[in-house]
């Protein structure tokens, strides 16, 4: 069979989504990335040993050729969120899946998708609007919450993200430009380096 792509972003939902891929596919059959971005928090090397030992295959890393995180974006194109939407999204993560999406000979990805209607919503625009992934949502499929993957990790010895302990909702890039001013406060109360950064940037 072609391989199925996996993408394991540390978040707790996928890599629940893709623990439950391996299981069903099995291990020789499914390749599971994870897209590096120097802003992340650095648990989350920690993270990554974890789960890779817990699926039981090794968990791929990949980045963008051109950026190191959004602070190198905004300062080389002078830019950070729009109508348009934000520049990282495209150039850190978009572009490195669909260089992968080249260089694999896949039949299927694998997206963490969770069982909430908000996240079914999204679901559904990401298969009309990349249909050529031929895109999987296991946790969807199995009506698995995000509440039930924090516990399946913990129930199996795998400590949460630190993102998540220190009260965020996702474990995304430390200072993301798509999040709120509530978002913004909290990385100004734990990481005040980066929100200084941004603000100089946006300045």
Not at 134 to 145: C, E, F, G, S, V
Request: proline content about 3%; overall charge positive.
């Amino acid at each position: 069979m072609k391989k199925i792509i996996g993408w394991f972003s540390c978040g707790i939902t996928s890599a629940v989504a893709c623990k439950l891929a391996v299981e069903k596919y099995g291990k020789e059959n499914v390749l599971l990335y994870y897209i590096v971005i120097d802003s992340a928090h650095w648990d989350n090397e920690r993270f990554i040993r974890d789960c890779a030992k817990w699926i039981g295959t090794k968990i791929w890393k990949v980045q963008s050729k051109k950026y190191t995180d959004q602070f190198d974006i905004i300062k080389k194109r002078r830019y950070i969120n729009g109508p348009a939407g934000a520049l990282c999204t495209a150039e850190l993560k978009k572009n490195v899946r669909y260089a992968v999406e080249k260089e694999v000979d896949f039949g299927n990805q694998i997206f963490g998708f969770e069982f909430v209607k908000k996240e079914i919503n999204r679901a559904i625009r990401f298969s009309q609007q990349h249909p050529n992934t031929n895109p999987l949502y296991p946790l969807i499929d199995r009506k698995i919450t995000k509440q039930q993957c924090a516990e399946l990790l913990l129930r199996n010895g795998i400590k949460l993200p630190k993102m998540y302990e220190l009260g965020f909702h996702n474990n995304n890039c430390i200072m993301c430009v798509k999040g709120g001013k509530g978002y913004a406060n909290k990385v100004r109360e734990h990481f005040p380096s980066y929100f200084d950064r941004m603000s100089e940037l946006e300045q």
